[in-house]
C-alpha cells in the first residue's frame, strides 16, 4: 500500500494488546510512515486496574516493530478516568519536532488530546478521528452536549468508523457521510489461530483442572466482573435452566466476584467454575474451552466488545445482548450466535437455552462456526489500515485540489 510520502502522527493514550500488533502489522506491510505517541505507560508497567482490582501488565509485545515515543504525563492521578488524567505539555512540542502531514487522534475527552486538535487545526494539518463511541440504549445527547460535539467534530477531516452502531454516532453528531470511512475493530489473528497446537494443550490442561469431563457443554464468560456486563444476570439464567451435563465458567476479576462466588455455592449442583484473570497469551485457550461465549452487557458500556473478535477468530459463536456494540456487525441471531433484547427479564434465560439447544445438534454447530468463520474473516488488519489508507487518501484529495 503506497501512501505518497505522508507522514502520520497517531496520538493514543497508552499501548494496548488490541492496537499495538496492528501497528506492528502496518508498519511491516506498508509503506506509512507513522509514529504513534504515547500519553501514559499503563500496560506496559505494572499498575492497578480498580474494575479488574488487579495490578498486572499485558505478557505480550506491546512496543516493537514500530516507531513510538512516551510523552511524559504529569498528571496528579494520571489514567484515562478523567479530563486531567492525560496531561502532557510536551506533545506539541514533539509533534512539531516530528512534523505530520496527518495526525490520527483515538479519542477527545482528555486535556493533551484537545490541545493537540487545536495545535493540529491552526497548522492546516488533516485530523484524522477513531473511536468507537455509539448510542445503544442511551439514544442522542441533550442538545448543549449534542451541540459541542458538532463544533468538535467538524474540525476533522475523516472519521475511521470501527462498525455501524459507530458511524450513527458520527453521523448523529453532524459527521458527514463523505467523511465516515469504515475501518472495522480487529484483532491479532496470528495469537487467535485455533490451528496452534498450544493452545489445544492448554485448553486440555483447563479442563483437567477444572475437572469438566468431555461432552459436556461450557457456557464462558471473560471480562471484567462489574455490574454493567451482567455477570449475576448470567448466573441467574443458567441456574434457572438447570441443564445436565453443562457447565458456567467465569473468567477475570472484579467487584462482582465474591458475591457470584456465594450465590453459585447456594446451588451446589450446578456446574459453576472461576477462574482468575487470564493475560492475553493466555486468552486462546480459555476462549476455546468454551461452545459459547457471552457477553451480555447492558446500557452503553460495552463500546463494542473485542472479546468477541477474539472467540470467532476461534470459531466459538457468541451470545451478546443488543445493547453490544459489535452486535450489529459481527453476532446476527441464529446465524453467528444468539441476541437477546436487554429489556425483556427473561430473554437472557430463554436465548441461553436455545444456543445450548442449537450446539448440542452436530450439524448445526457445524453450520454455526462455518458462518462465524467466514463472518470474521472481514474483520483483519488488512481491513482496518484499507481504511485508514482511504482516509489518508481522502485527505490527499482535498489537499491537492
Request: net charge positive; proline share 7%; hydrophobic share 45%.
Amino acid at each position: 500500500m503506497h501512501t505518497s510520502g505522508q507522514r502520520l502522527a497517531i496520538v493514543l493514550s497508552h499501548p494496548t494488546q488490541y492496537y499495538s500488533p496492528w501497528f506492528r502489522w502496518l508498519r511491516s506491510h506498508t509503506s506509512l510512515e507513522f509514529r504513534v505517541f504515547y500519553l501514559w505507560q499503563f500496560g506496559v508497567t505494572a499498575q492497578h486496574d480498580p474494575q479488574f482490582q488487579k495490578t498486572f501488565s499485558w505478557d505480550v509485545d506491546l512496543l516493537s516493530g514500530y516507531e513510538h515515543e512516551f510523552v511524559p504525563n504529569i498528571s496528579r492521578d494520571p489514567g484515562t478516568h478523567h479530563f486531567a488524567g492525560l496531561r502532557n505539555p510536551l506533545l506539541i512540542a514533539r509533534l512539531t519536532a516530528w512534523k505530520p502531514s496527518a495526525l490520527l487522534l483515538f479519542g477527545y475527552k482528555w486535556s493533551s488530546h484537545l490541545r493537540a486538535i487545536y495545535w493540529g487545526r491552526s497548522r492546516g494539518i488533516p485530523l484524522l478521528f477513531r473511536g468507537d463511541s455509539h448510542l445503544l440504549g442511551r439514544g442522542a445527547p441533550p442538545w448543549p452536549s449534542r451541540i459541542l460535539l458538532r463544533i468538535l467534530f467538524a474540525q476533522f477531516r475523516a472519521f475511521l468508523a470501527v462498525g455501524a452502531a459507530n458511524r450513527d454516532y458520527f453521523t448523529t453528531l453532524g459527521a458527514p457521510a463523505r467523511k465516515i470511512i469504515q475501518a472495522p475493530h480487529s484483532i491479532n489473528h496470528a495469537l487467535f489461530d485455533p490451528k496452534l497446537d498450544a493452545h489445544r494443550t492448554a485448553v486440555d490442561a483447563l479442563r483437567t483442572r477444572l475437572d469438566l469431563p468431555a461432552g459436556w457443554q461450557i457456557v464462558l464468560f471473560a471480562g471484567k466482573l462489574v455490574p454493567a456486563k451482567q455477570p449475576r444476570e448470567l448466573l441467574e439464567a443458567f441456574m434457572a435452566i438447570g441443564r445436565p451435563k453443562t457447565a458456567l465458567v467465569f473468567v477475570g476479576e472484579g467487584p462482582e466476584k465474591a458475591g457470584l462466588m456465594e450465590h453459585a455455592q447456594s446451588r451446589p449442583d450446578a456446574a459453576v467454575h472461576f477462574l482468575p484473570f487470564a493475560n492475553q497469551s493466555e486468552m486462546p485457550a480459555h476462549l476455546l474451552l468454551a461452545d459459547v461465549l457471552v457477553l451480555p452487557s447492558r446500557g452503553h458500556y460495552e463500546t463494542w466488545g473485542l472479546v468477541v473478535n477474539e472467540a470467532m477468530h476461534l470459531g466459538v459463536p457468541c451470545l451478546v445482548s443488543e445493547l453490544v456494540g459489535c452486535q450489529r456487525d459481527l453476532v446476527t441471531d441464529g446465524e453467528t450466535g444468539w441476541v437477546f433484547p436487554s429489556y425483556q427479564p427473561a430473554a437472557l434465560r430463554l436465548t441461553l437455552a436455545r444456543a445450548l439447544d442449537d450446539l448440542a445438534n452436530p450439524g448445526r454447530r457445524e453450520q454455526l462456526r462455518a458462518s462465524v468463520l467466514s463472518r470474521i474473516s472481514h474483520y483483519t488488519y488488512a481491513q482496518t489500515t484499507a481504511g485508514l489508507m482511504a482516509a489518508l487518501a481522502l485527505n490527499s484529495r482535498r489537499l491537492n485540489n
